[in-house]
């Protein structure tokens, strides 16, 4: 889609459709692409920053704490059709109109900027990582996952097995060795274990792999 095709809101880098303010001004705005009524940013980043610092303000200063207190200030029935785009993202993210939801978490902002987007924009054409890369941005971060749950872990946890495992072939094989002529399945045994081996060794080397990239994963999405 070109960008003259593109919605209005996605034009301007600002996909929740933050209406300006006199007096007020948002890090990333520019004046570069001028709007009478909507604010304009100099990124998409920027834009979805706004967006999520004014959920966090409308929920820690007004108190806005259900889907139906932030969509009817969000969009008043004045100028919107409030009820029909309170129903959609209550569709979209699970929760009733009036049920009470802590949005400053980081778990129930992003299902609702996302679902805000879509009625904002009819698409909602950002992923997860942006999203969560602008909630950084006012410091509402993602909990960190124990350590032995995360990908680097999990990857050294890889590796370590894979070198224990491929230290232990050799000792085995001369055991196996030792009592194949009592048994010809010791006979095949013995015969497979040096491939086994080198499945190990691959699989040192994927484990040291995986650690690898999540730390670069984590560092390109800001997480180190």
């Known amino acids: 889609m070109t960008d003259n095709k593109l919605p209005l809101g996605l034009r301007l880098h600002n996909p929740l459709n933050i209406a300006r303010v006199e007096g007020q001004t948002w ?70 109109p009036q049920q009470e939801v802590d949005f400053t978490a980081h778990e129930n902002m992003l299902p609702l900027a996302k679902a805000m987007i879509k009625v904002e924009q009819g698409c909602q054409p950002f992923t997860d990582d942006q999203i969560l890369k602008a909630m950084s941005m006012i410091g509402i971060l993602a909990p960190p996952k124990p350590i032995s749950q995360s990908r680097t872990m999990r990857g050294a946890q890889i590796a ?60 390109r999405h800001g997480l180190r």
């Open 27 to 96: 890090e990333g705005e520019t004046a570069a692409i001028q709007h009478t009524r909507f604010e304009s940013f100099t990124s998409d980043l920027y834009g979805l920053r706004a967006g999520c610092k004014l959920i966090q303000r409308y929920h820690d200063k007004h108190k806005r704490n259900t889907i139906e207190k932030v969509i009817s200030a969000w969009a008043p029935p004045n100028e919107n059709n409030t009820n029909a785009y309170i129903l959609r993202v209550c569709s979209d993210t699970g929760w009733g």
């Open 160 to 219: 370590g097995l894979g070198t224990v495992a491929s230290a232990a072939i050799d000792p085995v094989k001369q055991v196996l060795q030792e009592v194949a002529g009592h048994a010809d399945t010791f006979q095949m045994l013995a015969a497979y274990l040096p491939a086994m081996k080198w499945l190990f060794v691959l699989a040192t080397i994927a484990g040291i792999g995986l650690a690898a990239w999540a730390r670069y994963d984590d560092y």
